[in-house]
């Protein structure tokens, strides 16, 4: 067997073919295989981050929901201004059953907020501090948003003789009493 010219050409030719497809058609081809797995593995990871946003949209719509049921229970214990008369009623009754005497009611000037008014009231009122302890928890179990601030408790002593009426454990209290309801 001879090996000559036209063989070591056939050869160089025949290995040339396999080189220069790899130069050719597969490197270029690896280059654009690489570039897609890399685009693919972004858009995945946008849609894993999309998928997480997506289950916390239905959590949030839940969330919505329950805030708009709240503002609804809120806006329920929100009286019209002629329900403010009514809450007075109340408090006074709660103050009497608890055997609480309002010596003084001083309306202060209704201050305006979001979709409500507040009408503060300063109030001072005597009475055995067990029925004004009690006072407090039935204005709190009211069904309507009241708020008591700026409270000051001080005990009641006798300073004469003249005050009999005055005994142990009694209290006077200042405070300022607000009421919300829905401004018309």
């Keep these: 067997m001879r090996f000559g010219i036209r063989e070591l ?10 080189i220069a497809s790899f130069f050719f058609v597969f490197k270029p081809r690896n280059e654009l295989i690489n570039q897609a797995k890399t685009e693919i593995q972004l858009k995945q990871s946008r849609l894993d981050r999309l998928a997480a946003l997506t289950e916390r949209l ?4 839940l969330a919505i929901a329950n805030g708009r ?6 806006e329920q214990k929100l009286p019209d201004q002629k329900g403010v008369d009514e809450i007075l009623q109340q408090v006074w009754q709660i103050a009497k059953r608890n055997q609480q005497t309002v010596k003084s009611v001083k309306s202060k000037k209704m201050l305006p907020a979001a979709l409500y008014m507040e009408l ?7 009475g055995d501090f067990d029925g004004f302890y009690q006072f407090l928890l ?10 008591i601030h700026s409270l000051n408790l001080e005990r009641l002593v006798r300073k004469s003789s003249g005050d009999e009426d005055i005994r142990p454990g009694m209290a006077k ?12």
């Design 9 to 18: 050409i056939f050869f160089i030719v025949l290995m040339a073919v396999p």
């Design 58 to 61: 239905d959590d949030l719509g």
């Design 69 to 74: 049921e709240s503002i609804k229970l809120i």
């Design 120 to 126: 503060p009231l300063e109030l001072e009122m005597e």
């Design 138 to 147: 039935e204005l709190e179990n009211l069904p309507r948003i009241t708020r």
């Design 173 to 184: 209290a200042k405070f300022t009493l607000s009421i919300y309801f829905e401004s018309n």
